[in-house]
């Protein structure tokens, strides 16, 4: 699955992203694609690091490909859905940290999309202010082209 226009340099990330999200649920390879075509075509003037917010559009919900359905079974409790979705983004930003080193990512590049990627599904979560935890211009530019991206794969 190519992404047409994507600048040389993500190339490499997105060849090794692609497969591990072709292992998670079913669409994840085609919203990872959608996200980061949206941040390619944006326009407009609001501040954000392209470098930091392609690899996160390619890779935040990667963390899926590790869990999965029959993992649930020994996820139990009252917290079992929230606690799936912590280790998902626990297991997305432990996979994106290892792809990125091993093509010598920048590393304060890293560690920003690595933190983006521990909470970007913190919207989902009851009793958390998520808003007050989107608090640099990078993470709200990305949890809103997440969001656009969502409409466009439910259309
Ligand atoms: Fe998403």
Known sequence: MKIENLPEKYEKI???????LKKGRPG??????ETVKLVLSYQGNIKH?????????????????????????YVTGPKKI?????VHMLAGAKIA???LDSVGYDKKKTKEVVDIITINDFDQLKDVE????YDTPNKKF???MDA??????RE
């Open 82 to 86: 929230v606690n799936a979705k912590l």
């Open 142 to 144: 990305f949890h809103d």
């Open 49 to 73: 690091d392209k470098d930091v917010i392609i690899p996160v559009a390619m890779m935040h919900d990667i963390g899926h490909a590790l869990l999965l359905p029959e993992h649930f079974a």
């Open 130 to 133: 998520w808003k007050k935890v």
């Open 148 to 153: 656009l991206a969502d409409i466009r794969k």
């Open 14 to 20: 997105w060849k090794k992203a692609l497969p591990i």
């Open 28 to 33: 994840d390879d085609v919203h990872a694609k």
């Open 97 to 99: 940290k290892d792809i």
